[in-house]
């Protein structure tokens, strides 16, 4: 049997470290959209009772290191499942790019196993599933628009942002988010107004979305990483309206209320940056 799956890159519309906790990890807060730039997962079940990961990118582990593998073992230990399955996937994400492909991808896996295997878990019972996988995989298996607190574990769906054009913007380098968050110091970066965005959201007011979204790891990213901040302002300069980072960076997320702004910023880019889409969000409720 084969089932495919679509794995969607996630973006952040804010993303706040409100402090950081006793078991060491950051309370944070954030809210999440997704676009249609998506990773293809294949699901093929074997006889064997094993796990196979295959990927066209030499960037992601073919092994028990992918956490599309980690995603498989889990589910099948968790529901005592004896059978095998090889995990194709195919990236178009960027990766290392704060686009969550890796927890998409996982997620991806966890909803098409429950499928194709016909187990019946809820989607709370997937969320807490993926939650030890990985602090975007809750939001992944939700979808839509959504604000994910505590490690990201707890996941409260919101209204679906106002139709725009989304440019993304990802200089050639790669982050990973363990590096940027031990360097966080709540007290000292800046915070967005996490309730502003979600207003926006409520009353679909574009403008009002474009001036508050915001990243508190921002100031510790642009620190180490300036050609992040460059891609940033150039968007602002060539007249995106509004721009953000994408989780630990490095790709920045411009939103563009019409197509002819997002293609104008876009050849602003080409040349300055590498890896550049125009996209469009998913959530159209
Ligand atoms: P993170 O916050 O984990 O850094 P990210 O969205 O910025 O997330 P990913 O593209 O998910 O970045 O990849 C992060 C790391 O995870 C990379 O080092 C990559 O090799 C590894 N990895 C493991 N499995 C996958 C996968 N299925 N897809 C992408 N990367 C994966």
């Given at each position: 049997?084969?089932?495919?799956?679509r794995?969607?890159?996630?973006?952040?519309?804010?993303l706040d470290?409100l402090g950081?906790?006793?078991?060491?990890f950051?309370?944070?807060?954030m809210?999440?959209?997704t676009?249609?730039?998506?990773?293809?997962?294949?699901?093929?079940?074997?006889?064997?009772?094993?796990?196979e990961?295959c990927?066209?990118n030499q960037?992601?582990?073919?092994d028990?290191?992918?956490?599309a593998?980690?995603?498989?073992?889990?589910f099948?230990?968790k529901?005592?499942?004896?059978?095998g399955?090889?995990i194709?996937?195919q990236?178009n994400i960027?990766?290392s790019?704060?686009?969550?492909g890796?927890?998409s991808d996982?997620?991806a896996v966890?909803?098409g196993l429950?499928?194709?295997w016909?187990?019946?878990?809820?989607?709370?019972?997937?969320?807490?599933l993926?939650?030890?996988?990985?602090?975007d995989?809750?939001?992944?298996i939700?979808?839509?628009?959504?604000?994910?607190?505590?490690?990201?574990?707890?996941?409260?769906?919101?209204p679906?942002?106002?139709?725009?054009?989304v440019?993304l913007a990802?200089?050639?380098i790669g982050?990973?988010?363990?590096?940027?968050f031990p360097?966080?110091?709540?007290?000292?970066?800046?915070?967005?107004?996490?309730e502003?965005?979600?207003?926006?959201?409520?009353e679909k007011?574009?403008?009002?979305?474009c001036?508050?979204?915001?990243?508190?790891l921002?100031?510790v990213?642009?620190?180490l990483?300036?050609?992040?901040?460059?891609?940033?302002?150039?968007?602002?300069?060539?007249?995106?309206?509004?721009?953000?980072?994408?989780g630990?960076?490095?790709?920045?997320?411009?939103?563009?209320?019409?197509?002819?702004?997002?293609?104008?910023?876009?050849?602003?880019?080409?040349?300055?940056?590498?890896?550049?889409?125009?996209?469009?969000?998913?959530?159209?409720r």
């Open positions: 049997m084969v089932l495919f799956e794995a969607p890159a996630k973006i952040n519309l804010s470290v950081k906790r006793e078991d060491g950051h309370e944070v807060e809210i999440m959209t676009v249609d730039l998506a990773d293809r997962i294949e699901l093929y079940t074997l006889e064997k009772d094993r796990v990961v990927t066209d960037y992601v582990p073919s028990e290191r992918n956490i593998y980690k995603a498989a073992a889990l099948k230990h529901y005592r499942l004896y059978q399955v090889r194709i996937i990236k960027p990766v790019a704060g686009l969550a890796g927890s996982a997620a966890l909803r429950n499928q194709m016909s187990v019946d878990a809820s989607l709370g019972e997937l969320v807490e993926g939650a030890s996988l990985g602090s995989v809750p939001f992944c939700h979808g839509n628009t959504a604000i994910g607190s505590g490690h990201g574990e707890k996941v409260r769906v919101l679906s942002p106002p139709s725009c054009y440019v990802k200089p050639n982050i990973s988010t363990r590096h940027i360097k966080v110091i709540p007290e000292a970066v800046n915070h967005p107004q996490t502003e965005v979600i207003h926006s959201l409520e007011d574009f403008g009002k979305l001036s508050h979204i915001g990243n508190s921002e100031d990213t642009f620190a990483y300036p050609e992040v901040k460059r891609i940033k302002n150039k968007m602002l300069q060539t007249g995106v309206d509004g721009a953000v980072m994408s630990s960076g490095p790709t920045v997320v411009g939103l563009a209320s019409h197509f002819s702004k997002a293609k104008r910023v876009y050849n602003g880019l080409r040349g300055f940056c590498d890896d550049v889409h125009i996209v469009q969000l998913l959530d159209r």
